[in-house]
């Protein structure tokens, strides 16, 4: 099976006080019941990696198996969810054309190839049913210069998610490398649409919405940054590198700064597999 570098403790799995989904719901995110997606409510099977649980509740009769690598779900879940273990870089276990719907969902860092990661979601979507990708770009960027290129953002968050890219083979950087659309297309996909929003890292935007979303992201990231940091730092500067602790402490500080202005790219795209 393959690793993941992300931590899976209790504190970890516990770490946002808010769900990614309802994180994404606070922004944008695409109305399943939207007539692009022509989701068949009355089928019985859809997988969704990542958002099972919300998809669950509200499509109270469809069939829910929401997979991952590691068995850190959550005990209370509706009764029309059900998890698996999968390794999802393996070939899946599912036959052709069992799901109507396949959702896939922070997978940044973890898949060595995403055009044969598709072409697997393209074999066991039904002809007519789609497949959606939702993926963050870890990077924290501004628009406006707010962040020093000397800032821990840049010189530490950043620096050690892109290296781990490169030396794991597997992209943190999906929306830069536009790894979702060309593996969409490449697996021959029709009726793809993409769409982007941005992620604030702490609550600096004016907006006041954008800005509780953005809290809710501070609150994650202080709340384990050890959790997701340690692992990429020792694999890119060596095992027990000095200056990591001063680096989380500045980290920290800056995640309490609202005149940075920093902020995740966040990308969605969705397509269909044709009918014929
Ligand atoms: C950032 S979390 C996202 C969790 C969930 N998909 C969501 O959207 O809320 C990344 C998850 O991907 C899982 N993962 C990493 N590599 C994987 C693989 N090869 N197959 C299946 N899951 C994997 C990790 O165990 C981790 O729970």
């Known amino acids: 099976m393959t690793d993941s570098w992300r931590p899976t403790s209790a504190r970890s799995s516990g770490s946002s006080p808010l769900k990614p989904p309802e994180q994404a719901e606070l922004i944008a995110e695409p109305d399943l019941e939207d007539e692009e997606y022509q989701y068949d409510e009355d089928r019985d099977r859809d997988s969704a990696l990542g958002s099972d649980i919300d998809f669950a509740e509200q499509f109270p009769n469809a069939q829910v198996i929401g997979t991952d690598l590691s068995p850190m779900q959550p005990m209370w879940v509706p009764p029309n969810v059900r998890f698996e273990l999968e390794d999802c870089t393996q070939p899946w276990s599912w036959p052709e054309s069992y799901f109507d719907f396949v959702h896939l969902r922070y997978l940044f860092g973890a898949i060595p190839d ?5 072409r697997q979601a393209y074999r066991v979507t039904r002809p007519g049913g789609w497949v959606e990708s939702c993926e963050t770009e870890v990077m924290i960027k501004c628009d406006d210069g707010s962040i020093p290129p000397d800032s821990a953002f840049v010189t530490f968050w950043n620096k050690i998610y892109s290296e781990i890219g490169d030396k794991l083979g597997k ?28 992620l604030p890292v702490t609550g600096w935007p ?10 809710y992201v501070q609150l994650t990231l202080l709340n384990d940054l050890e959790g997701y940091t340690l692992m990429p730092w020792n694999t890119v ?9 001063e680096n989380l402490a500045q980290m920290r500080w ?6 940075l202005h920093g902020y995740m790219k966040t990308r969605y795209v969705y397509g269909q597999k044709p009918e014929t």
């Open 114 to 118: 995403w055009n044969e990661f598709l």
């Open 171 to 198: 992209s943190f950087e999906p929306i830069t490398y536009n790894l979702q659309e060309n593996a969409f297309r490449a697996a021959g996909f029709r009726n793809i649409e993409v769409y982007e929003y941005k």
């Open 206 to 215: 004016t907006d006041k919405r954008m800005s509780e979303v953005g809290q």
């Open 237 to 245: 500067m060596g095992e027990n590198a000095p200056g990591y602790k």
């Open 254 to 259: 800056e995640l309490q700064n609202r005149r």
